[in-house]
């Protein structure tokens, strides 16, 4: 599946952003999806995951309360919807596919999006 993320921006500490992440190639409802992001000097991060029909959902404990991943597999799109800003929070944001239904952190990521860039200022 080739994935293409996008809605990343700068915005102020305290507001909001939605990242969606648009699906082609195979059938999007048949695989779980997450979000990663990697911040300048670090690396890569676990941000969020779902499974292949929205039912359930896992979160890094930084995000937790904040932010929340969604899907609509009728439009093959992946989102993430991220609130109440910090500037910590600021990186490249990845979407993610593994090539099982369920989410597994041990599970191999398939297909990466190319990130989209999230900024926050203080």
């Known amino acids: 599946v080739q994935l293409q993320a996008c809605g990343g921006g700068l915005v102020q500490a305290g507001g909001s952003l939605r990242l969606s992440c648009a699906a082609s190639?195979?059938?999007?409802?048949?695989?779980?999806m997450g979000w990663f992001r990697q911040a300048p000097g670090k690396e890569r991060e676990f941000v969020a995951a779902i499974n292949f029909d929205g039912g359930s959902t896992t979160y890094a404990g930084s995000v937790k309360g904040r932010f929340t991943i969604s899907r609509d597999n009728a439009k093959n799109t992946l989102y993430l919807q991220i609130n109440s800003l910090k500037p910590e929070d600021t990186a490249v944001y990845y979407c993610?596919?593994?090539?099982?239904?369920?989410?597994?952190?041990?599970?191999?990521?398939?297909?990466w999006g190319q990130g989209t860039l999230v900024t926050v200022s203080s």
């Open positions: 190639g195979r059938t999007f409802s048949n695989y779980a």
């Open positions: 993610a596919a593994q090539t099982t239904m369920y989410w597994y952190p041990s599970n191999v990521i398939s297909s």
